[in-house]
Structure formats: structure tokens, C-alpha cells
């Protein structure tokens, strides 16, 4: 949105890129649609409740509200705080939570682009099997992106028998968010994806046929062990601070009993190691 300087601009821009007339856009926000071809050839300068009716309608990420409410000359509504701050204590209180709660399973915390936030013991377990890595916390500093591991080729994707279905939904996914927040960074970020070898460009994915499972499995073999897993995408429920809204709690459960056994005996193990 770098060009998009000015609300008029703004506002144009939002509007074609969520597919709307500005009858359509009126209609949602319960004004005219003159009032809207003003706004869009800046002959009218809005109010900030007008500016919030407007991001309201256009369904803007509290991000994307902030920006607009910047580029026609109000301040801010919404916070953006840092995770480890005082201001979300009680999100990382429940972050924490939730992330004990799923082992021995693995469980993870991103960002709206993927970047690893945090993660529970067995998630490391099982990141450290696969990578030949030692388990060790998320480094803050130089965050690890997942969207990469997954598809670029020197990540996860040699391990995943079924990489090919996982990459054509994960585009998909980032393709949706892409959509959902008009952001440089996500489309950046789409765009660094498609730029792997192999990964298909959106168009080319077929229409989805009827599935034998009622879910996607993400199916990992290496040295002879299979780990299988599908996943749920938690987010906190009505945010009012950026970060928070943000944020996703990816949740690891194992498809076959073969990986739960294997999970559960991992964290035996490591059990059993610290307390000798």
C-alpha cells in the first residue's frame, strides 16, 4: 500500500480490490453513493466516524483501519503491542496454555505471515527430528518462517510424501490472506512462495474433487518413520489490539495411531531424561 498515500486513494483502492461499486460500498455503509464519489475524488473530506464506517464495511484488518484512518488525518484507534509486553499478559497467559494443553502433540504460535512466534516441547521434538536439529526456543531475532520450510525446496518439502496436495492448499491459504489484508508484506510473501520450484501458481490448481478423508494429512517419512498430522488454525476471538489479531495457534493432531504412539513416546522419553 506504499503508493496509496492519501485516503481518496486509499479508499478507491480498497474497494476495487474487495470487488465492490461504489453503490455496493454505499449501501454497506449506509450512505450515498455520491457521498462515496466524493470521498473518492477527495471533494469531501471524511469525519473519523465516516472513516470507521468505511473500514467497517470493507471488512479492513485493525491494521489496514489504523493505515486508513492515518492517511485521512486521524490518529490511530487501534494498538499494536508487543507479545511480550504487559499490555497482553493475559493473551500469552493463554497462548502458554493452549500450548501445554496439546502436548504430547505438537502446537505452534505464528504471525499473520507465517513467522514462528512459539512453540511447545513436542513441536520442537518433532521440528528437531526432521531437521536433525537440536530442539531449542523460536529465536525472536531471526524468526523461522513456516511457509517457507514447507515449500521451499531445502525445507521440510523432501519429507513430505504428499507435498504437492499440502502445497496447493497452503497457497491457497496465503492467497486468502493476501486478499484479506491488501498488505505489501503478504503479497510479498505469496509471491516469494510461487517463486519456489514446483510450488503451483493459484490458476493452475485444480477445483477440489471429492476427498476419501475428512481432512488433509500432512504426511512426513524420514529414516524410516512416518509422523502423519492434520492441523487447526485458532485465532483470539474479538481482538481490539493489532498483535493480537494477528496471531494463530496451529494445532498438531495425529492422523494415524503409529504417530500418536510415536509422540507419546518422545515425551516419555524426555520425561524420563530429566529426571535422571
Do not use: C
Amino acid at each position: 500500500m506504499a503508493e496509496r498515500s492519501d485516503f481518496a486513494a486509499q479508499l478507491r483502492w480498497w474497494r476495487n480490490h474487495r470487488k465492490l461499486s461504489q453503490l455496493d460500498l454505499a449501501l454497506m455503509a449506509g450512505v450515498s453513493q455520491r457521498h462515496v464519489s466524493f470521498l473518492e475524488i477527495d471533494r469531501t473530506r471524511p469525519s473519523r466516524g465516516m472513516v470507521a464506517r468505511l473500514a467497517d464495511a470493507l471488512d479492513l484488518p485493525l491494521r489496514q483501519q489504523n493505515a486508513l484512518l492515518l492517511a485521512a488525518g486521524f490518529a490511530p484507534v487501534w494498538r499494536e503491542s508487543v507479545l511480550d509486553g504487559p499490555e497482553l499478559v493475559a493473551v500469552t497467559r493463554a497462548l502458554d496454555h493452549l500450548l501445554a494443553q496439546q502436548e504430547p502433540y505438537p502446537a505452534v504460535v505464528v504471525d499473520r505471515r507465517w513467522n514462528l512466534l512459539r512453540q511447545n516441547l513436542a513441536s520442537r521434538r518433532v521440528t528437531g527430528f526432521l531437521t536433525d536439529t537440536p530442539p531449542r526456543p523460536p529465536d525472536r531475532a531471526a524468526p523461522v518462517n513456516l511457509a517457507d520450510m514447507l515449500l521451499a525446496p531445502d525445507g521440510l518439502r523432501p519429507l513430505i510424501i504428499n507435498w504437492l496436495e499440502v502445497a496447493r492448499s497452503f497457497v491457497r491459504v496465503v492467497q486468502a490472506d493476501a486478499q484479506a489484508d491488501g498488505s505489501d508484506e503478504t503479497a510479498a510473501l505469496l509471491r516469494r512462495l510461487l517463486g519456489y520450484p514446483g510450488v503451483p501458481a493459484p490458476a493452475e490448481i485444480p477445483a477440489v474433487e471429492a476427498a476419501h478423508d475428512p481432512v488433509l494429512s500432512m504426511d512426513f517419512v524420514k529414516d524410516g518413520v512416518a509422523l502423519r498430522f492434520f492441523t487447526a488454525i485458532t485465532t483470539l476471538g474479538t481482538p481490539q489490539d493489532v498483535t493480537a489479531q494477528e496471531i494463530r495457534i496451529e494445532t498438531f493432531f495425529p492422523s494415524d495411531d503409529a504417530t500418536a504412539e510415536r509422540l507419546r513416546e518422545w515425551a516419555d522419553r524426555d520425561g524420563a531424561d530429566s529426571r535422571t
